[in-house]
């Protein structure tokens, strides 16, 4: 059975950290692109805060997180982290993760969707 959870999601106070994790079953993450998107309050919007590239080490950010967030493979577990510092007030949504596969170059559709994991920033 194919699943996607997120975990390690919670109330922070801004400037603080978290670490998010998506444990895959079913696949393998480093057989996908795999993506951490959020969702803010009130419904504004999707937004792609992170990629990694299926097989390889090639990441992306959102002009947002860059510099602050730090996507990875886990070493040993068939996961794909977020490591979220210096957090803002902005930051607080509903993260997300997602498995895409590319053809030749172009991005499919997602295939596969977590349930998402509450990020709250505030003190």
């Known amino acids: 059975q194919v699943q996607l959870v997120e975990s390690g999601g919670g109330l922070v106070q801004p400037g603080g950290s978290l670490r998010l994790s998506c444990a895959a079953s079913?696949?393998?993450?480093?057989?996908?692109?795999m993506y951490w998107v959020r969702q803010t309050p009130g419904g504004k919007g999707l937004e792609r805060v992170s990629s990694i590239e299926n097989g390889g080490d090639r990441t992306k950010y959102a002009d947002s997180v860059k510099g602050r967030f730090t996507i990875s493979r886990g070493t040993t577990r068939n996961t794909v982290d977020l490591q979220m510092n210096n957090l803002r007030p902005e930051d607080m949504a509903v993260y997300t993760c997602?498995?895409?596969?590319?053809?030749?170059?172009?991005?499919?559709?997602?295939?596969?969707w977590g349930q998402g994991t509450q990020v709250t920033v505030s003190s």
């Open positions: 997602g498995a895409r596969t590319y053809y030749d170059g172009t991005p499919g559709p997602f295939d596969f």
């Open positions: 079913g696949f393998t993450v480093s057989s996908y692109w």
